[in-house]
């Protein structure tokens, strides 16, 4: 009887968390730096000016933000379960890839505090970021899942709440580790590359057709 007590109060308790929880963007929680924690960093990206330096951590699935001048840690963001990699696509604007959840996760920077903005569910276990400026494009390799998934990017002014389009998703016969983009100056394109975590195959992919298949060892 205690135990079915016990079990009721706990279902009252998620559903009415689940239910009544604000809907809304995303917060991030902001971390105490001095705290111990397994942080294992995982990506280093610099701000815009060069001042700040964005470490994420992957174990703790924070964000770490340093002065590039004094190397003083000012601040210290949870967004990602665990975080597996960090990219800057806009002067105050990044996406992160939490590997626990499959989401992308895009925040802003501003006057050293941490803003999520949106989150966005992506391929399972997204392993690696590949960022193309010149097409607008943001490539997302999955590790366990095998898969490349292509996502367009929004104009950074009106990314508020928006998510990003999915364009395509292609699967691999190997878990996806790296991804590197290879320019074609004859005929003006672009190869994706998609690396081998663990062993030494590699594909490439026409960057604007990946189901198009041109080459793999």
């Known amino acids: ?6 079990f009721v109060c706990g279902v009252f308790l998620a559903l009415a968390t689940f239910f009544c929880s604000p809907v809304g963007k995303p917060a ?7 705290t111990q924690l397994r942080r294992r960093p995982a990506k280093l990206v610099l701000t815009a000016d060069d001042s700040r330096l964005l470490v994420g951590n992957r174990a703790s699935g924070t964000i770490s933000i340093v002065n590039t ?3 003083d840690v000012l601040g210290e963001w949870q967004i990602a379960s665990e975080l597996s990699d960090l990219v800057r696509w806009a002067p105050d604007r990044y996406i992160a890839s939490d590997f626990g ?5 895009s925040f802003q920077l501003e006057s050293d505090r941490l803003q ?9 276990y997204p392993q690696v970021l590949l960022l193309d400026t010149s097409s607008d494009q943001l490539y997302v390799g999955g590790l366990w899942s095998r898969q490349v998934g292509v996502y367009r990017l929004p104009e950074p002014e009106k990314s508020d709440g928006q998510h990003f389009d ?12 790296h991804l590197c983009l290879l320019p ?3 005929t003006e394109s672009q190869s994706l590359l998609i690396g081998d975590a663990f ?3 590699w594909a490439s992919r026409p960057a604007d057709d990946l189901e198009a298949d041109s080459g793999s060892v």
């Not at 999915?166 to 580790?177: A, L, P, R």
């Open 101 to 105: 959840t499959g989401e992308l996760v």
């Open 28 to 34: 991030s929680e902001q971390v105490d730096p001095q």
């Open 166 to 177: 999915h364009d395509n998703t292609t699967n691999t016969t190997f878990c996806v580790g």
């Open 184 to 186: 074609d100056e004859k």
């Open 199 to 201: 062993g030494d195959r």
């Open 1 to 6: 009887m205690i135990r079915s007590a016990f």
């Open 69 to 71: 001048e004094t190397g």
């Open 116 to 124: 999520v903005l949106w989150r966005q569910a992506t391929i399972r």
